[in-house]
């Protein structure tokens, strides 16, 4: 609202909704045993997931609706500690021919003024050493057909946004639209048509895992993914197939899964 003032110039502002965004990532790997909550366990649960422990052998999140948990990041960055509190957040899962698979995370949280900080030693030891994306590391299957694949990218689709109203503020989930986009090398039509597939609508599984060895998989699980708009490429002389569609949520399972073994 403009201000009634004699003279020309700028009005004074007030801060309202006072909030933090921060984004980084993480890379995909196990937890060192099969069965162990993972280092970046919190961080999926801030985004909206539910672990499911099964003693020796996985722990999977499933995307919720209801009940989103929030955390408290801190960050430290030339003696100052800067600290953001009730996050909540959105993920996309990256995977790409010889590089490492991500997790990238972006967060949101409420403001919390800046303090002087010591030395931090930070411990790594939970987390895993990668594997990159490679032909003896990773594969993705979609239809129950093994697919050459050179980029996958899963997007969580959590819609977050800052909330408030005369007694309080938060940070809330408002939606969430999955989406995965590949690339793959295309097969043999006279075995897979990805074109008649694509125009039948076809909601098929669709499976990602990077890692091989129990205690450092990491696996992503859609049941209904359904690709649309197939687009031909070329990778090195290959011919290449580009699809991108929505994970459906159809009532009765989560539209998609993240696992580690």
């Known amino acids: 609202t403009a201000y009634d003032k004699p003279t020309l110039g700028g009005d004074p502002q007030s801060l309202v909704g006072k909030h933090v965004r921060i984004r980084f990532k993480v890379k995909c790997a ?69 590089q490492y698979g991500h997790m990238e995370f972006e967060f949101m949280g409420l403001y919390v003024a800046p303090t002087a900080a010591g030395a931090i030693t930070p411990v790594y030891t939970a987390f895993q050493v990668p594997v990159p994306f490679r032909a003896s590391t990773a594969s993705v299957t979609w239809n129950a057909v093994a697919l050459g694949t050179h980029e996958i990218k899963v997007t969580g689709g959590q819609k977050i946004d800052f909330y408030e109203h005369s007694e309080a503020e938060s940070i809330e989930l408002e939606d969430r639209k999955a989406m995965c986009d590949l690339k793959f090398e295309e ?75």
């Open 30 to 98: 196990g937890a060192g045993a099969a069965g162990t909550v993972p280092a970046f366990g919190p961080m999926l649960e801030c985004c909206g997931y539910t672990a499911t422990v099964s003693a020796g052998v996985s722990v999977a999140y499933a995307s919720e609706d209801t009940g989103i948990s929030s955390g408290t990041l801190h960050f430290k960055a030339d003696g100052v500690l800067h600290t953001v509190v009730y996050c909540k957040g959105s993920l996309v899962i990256t995977g790409q021919t010889k």
């Open 187 to 261: 097969p043999a039509i006279g075995t897979t048509d990805i074109f008649a597939l694509c125009t039948a609508e076809t909601k098929a599984a669709l499976v990602y895992q990077l890692g091989t060895v129990a205690g450092n998989i990491f696996r992503v699980n859609a049941p209904l993914f359904q690709p649309l708009k197939p687009k031909r490429g070329d990778v090195k002389g290959n011919s290449s197939i580009e699809v991108s569609g929505q994970l459906i949520a159809d009532g009765t399972t989560p539209d998609h899964t993240i696992t580690v073994l």
